[in-house]
T-cell receptor, first 113, second 113 residues
Framework: DQQVKQNSPSLSVQEGRISILNCDYT??????FLWYKKYPAEGPTFLIS?????DKNEDGRFTVFLNKSAKHLSLHIVPSQPGDSAVYFC????????????FGEGTQLTVNP | DAGITQSPRHKVTETGTPVTLRCHQT?????MYWYRQDPGHGLRLIHY???????DKGEVSDGYSVSRSKTEDFLLTLESATSSQTSVYFC????????????FGSGTRLTVV
């Protein structure tokens, strides 16, 4: 049972344009969401997070949007840079119960120069 | 990340042999996790630890055991390796349950032949 789903295995965008990565979840108890970025031969690194009390969180070129009614979150990268090319994982948890992170399958983003 | 190291980085082993992977941290974090990464599945939790000698199962724990005899070390053992356990294994640490985000190691690529 995949509780966190990233339906697009890959995404290709041009440098300078916007990258939008999507994530859907099924567990309505999830109240904290994170995005991780992973380069080849390295471990994932934390990128940005959002609590369910917010619908948007911004950090430089990265913005995460949360639509609780649709159980959907998205990561926007503007402008996209070639160094952003990586696998992006979304993750979710039930913060108040201290549960572990549940990850999606990942989306390979390729930013073309 | 220098605060967390995994060993070995690569290993090839034969079906039926026992294998132990090591995760070592210097951050004095209470929580430690073992994940495996497989195409189409993302990161799936195998086992985790919330303190010395305190461990619990994740979603894909069959065929794996763990031990944590001191804060800094978390060992993952495949009792009798199978080809289905060929994967990339990541260790992660966090000071708290979830909302601090995880710090991941660089991974161990295990091939069972």
């Amino acid at each position: 049972d995949q509780q966190v789903k990233q339906n697009s295995p890959s995404l290709s965008v041009q440098e300078g344009r916007i990258s939008i990565l999507n994530c859907d979840y099924t567990n309505s108890m999830f109240d904290y969401f994170l995005w991780y970025k992973k380069y080849p031969a390295e471990g994932p690194t934390f990128l940005i997070s959002i609590s369910s009390i917010k619908d948007k969180n911004e950090d430089g070129r990265f913005t995460v949007f949360l639509n609780k009614s649709a159980k959907h979150l998205s990561l926007h990268i503007v402008p996209s840079q070639p160094g952003d090319s990586a696998v992006y994982f979304c993750a979710a948890s039930v913060e108040t119960s201290g549960s572990r992170l549940t990850f999606g399958e990942g989306t390979q983003l390729t930013v073309n120069p | 990340d220098a605060g967390i190291t995994q060993s070995p980085r690569h290993k090839v082993t034969e079906t039926g042999t026992p294998v132990t992977l090591r995760c070592h941290q210097t951050e004095n974090h209470r929580y430690m996790y073992w994940y495996r990464q497989d195409p189409g599945h993302g990161l799936r939790l195998i086992h985790y630890s919330y303190g010395v000698k305190d461990t619990d199962k994740g979603e894909v724990s069959d065929g794996y055991s763990v031990s944590r005899s001191k804060t800094e070390d978390f060992l993952l053992t495949l009792e009798s390796a199978t080809s289905s356990q060929t994967s990339v294994y990541f260790c992660a640490i966090s000071p708290g349950p979830t909302n601090y985000g995880y710090t991941f190691g660089s991974g161990t690529r295990l091939t069972v032949v």
